[in-house]
């Protein structure tokens, strides 16, 4: 039988005010799938070995990928796809995203198709829509490309890749909250439509983020890594927030947002960073509100790759 697995990392989605568009790979997490071919059949069938995770190939963000790489290449077949994942689930690091990218990279491997990068983005964005409902492709842009990435377009896709020219690691705050359909929930909660002077804000402080990222500006970025569209509209499920950001920031974090959809916090940090006072004040914060947590460590990440035995 013949197998290809692949690795992705976790990510941070949005960045503050990048709403559905930033996105940064970390090592805080990895995911690993393996996509085995079975057999020949008339038609795309797919077997899932998921741990916890969905096993329903409709509800996996993993097989829902494969899936939309075999219809748009013509192929059929019998495949099992088996995921071991330690990204921890719906708290906003990205472990769908990630599923979706490895399995991807993984049938590209296996049936040596040759994707493009945002090809692979593509189909792994169409696997998100099962955990999330609508298209994103902030998590998967990242765990494809790895770094900080910019979705430029989703039709047709097209991702930039963007250096960070300063020593960044990253503390994710992990509130062990469990809210079934957190990602699709939370997006129902964003407006539709802002005004013009939200707009301008809004432009101002993701040009202030990536400015802060790409030059390496500590306090460009904390000036840029503020949004008041979508996390305050999403503010109801993560009450706890704002008074860890103001901790952070106090403790000369070099940004604070909401990863992706929550409710974890991604603290951007460096050597002025009083990392000790952050752990130490976010958890109290937390304590008192009766969520237990954990904090990671992590570091900026490559993209997804196939490992080597
Ligand atoms: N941009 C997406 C959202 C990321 O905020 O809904 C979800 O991880």
Not at 61 to 68: D, E, I, M, W
Not at 119 to 126: I, S, T
Not at 190 to 206: D, G, K, L, N, Y
Not at 275 to 294: M, P, Q
Request: negative net charge.
């Amino acid at each position: 039988m013949r197998t290809a697995t692949a690795s992705a990392y976790s990510s941070s989605a949005n960045l503050g005010p990048g709403f559905d568009t930033m996105g940064l790979a970390h090592d805080a997490g990895l995911t690993k799938i393996s996509v085995e071919f079975i057999e020949r059949s008339p038609k795309v069938e797919l077997e899932l070995n998921c741990g916890n995770l969905p096993t329903n190939p409709s509800e996996n963000t993993a097989s829902l990928a494969v899936k939309n790489v075999l219809e748009s290449q013509g192929i059929n077949g019998s495949f099992r796809i088996c995921i071991s994942n330690d990204i921890p689930l719906g708290l906003g690091l990205g472990s769908s995203g990630a599923s979706a990218a490895a399995a991807v990279v993984a049938i590209d491997s296996l049936l040596d198709i040759g994707l493009s990068m945002d090809e692979k983005v593509n189909f792994a964005m169409l696997g998100e829509t099962a955990s999330s409902g609508t298209p994103h492709a902030d998590n998967v842009a990242a765990a494809i490309y790895g770094g900080l990435v910019m979705v430029e377009s989703t039709n047709p896709m097209k991702v930039r890749p963007l250096k960070i020219n300063r020593k960044f690691s990253f503390l994710t705050i992990l509130p062990h909250m469990s809210i079934p359909g957190k990602t699709r929930i939370s997006r129902t909660l964003v407006p539709s439509e802002v005004s013009m002077s939200q707009h301008i804000w809004a432009i101002r402080h993701t040009s202030l983020m990536v400015s802060g990222f790409i030059n390496g500006d500590r306090d460009a970025l904390r000036a840029g890594m503020n949004d008041h569209i979508v996390e305050t509209s999403r503010m109801q499920m993560f009450p706890f927030y704002p008074e860890i950001k103001k901790i952070a920031l106090k403790n000369e974090a070099a940004g604070v947002c909401i990863s992706g959809a929550g409710p974890s916090i991604l603290v951007v940090i460096d050597g002025e960073t009083d990392v000790e006072s952050i752990l130490s004040g976010a958890g109290a914060v937390l304590k008192s509100t009766g969520i237990a947590f954990s904090i990671l460590n992590s570091n900026l990440a490559g993209g997804a790759y196939i490992p080597e035995n």
